[in-house]
């Protein structure tokens, strides 16, 4: 179990977010609340087509969510549902748009059963306050090729094409979702400013992400922001330029009391996640015509946005990258006003590996 003292705090807002892949210590394989290690090696077969389908009894409607459909962290849930994954699987998915602020009432309802989403204060918030809802995979990591983060407009560079910390000051900046400063991203917004003796208090938050804010940037409605793939590679060719480069992602999948309810259904769920995840998007994925048509359909994206070195790293055993969301809290915590909780939430608070441990089993 992770805690974070005080004195990291200052530390986390000069460091970038680390690994893609979560590293915690090592812990028994299961434990009684399911919180075993989540980097733990796939205990059954791996590669392409595994784990093998185990077609529920009943077909089942499973709802998820997302809040934009053109990110490409979330092509594992995107590309089950277009190669048919889950229907192997005898669920019928049901997958609607839902931003992130809104996804913990839902979920907590029992109206979305999971999600990707990065981990939000609201999130966590939620959490501390007993809602039953814990992480359950995920497992993105980043190439040298990709160049995610905040971009600011091309308009506000300078004559050399320099941009500081300082030039921000008093500017609208977007985190890259509708949750404002609870999203994870102001780790790096926050470090970022500092440099010039700045906080998130000097800039105006304004709630865009995905294509949205990429047109925010373009009308100058927007004057900074954290872009996703595929959307940065079509800001980067416009000339927008990239200020604070992202090294690790936090992206990870939600899931609600389905866990516990059907623990069958959520195996069931992360057994087509991994499997289009070690059968579509390993190595340089986007070089096969199948999977590059797919994404282009599933996330409504422009043949451009797809074409070139794939730049997301996808974790074949869909760990949860706990480490990386670590430092998270204390940052939340050193800007203060975000969360009510008053230490770091403990690792079986936030994730249960029983249903990725169930699937990888199969």
Known sequence: MRRL???????VLVVPLLSACGDDSAAPASTPTGTSAANAPSPGPTGPNTPAPKPLAAETTVNASL????????????????????????IKINIQLVQTNNLVVLMQKGDIDFAPAAPSAGLFNAIAGGADIKGIGGGVGWSPANHQGYYVRKSLLKADGTFTACDLKGKK?????????????????????????????????????GADLLAGLDSGSVDAGNLSDPVWSTAEKTGHKLIIPFTAS??????????????????????????TSRTYLQGDYRSNPEVKAGLIKAMGATEAQVTG?????????????????????AAWAEIGGIVNFPKPLADSQIYDDTPRQTALAA
């Open 5 to 11: 003292a005080a004195m990291f705090v200052a530390a």
């Open 67 to 90: 809040p934009f459909r053109n990110i490409e962290a979330y092509a594992p849930l995107l590309l089950a549902e277009h190669f048919g994954e889950f229907k192997k699987e005898n």
């Open 173 to 209: 900046v977007s985190t890259g979702s509708a949750t404002g400063l609870g999203s994870p991203a102001v780790v790096e917004l926050a470090a970022y400013l500092k440099t010039c003796n700045l906080t998130v208090k000097d800039v105006t938050i304004v709630p865009l992400g």
């Open 250 to 275: 936090i992206t990870s999948y939600w899931m609600g009391k389905i866990r516990t309810e059907k623990p069958e259904v959520a195996a069931a769920i992360v057994r087509a996640l991994v499997r």
């Open 309 to 329: 070195a794939s730049s997301l790293v996808f974790d074949p055993d869909f760990k949860f990258p706990i480490t990386n969301i670590a430092p998270i809290e």
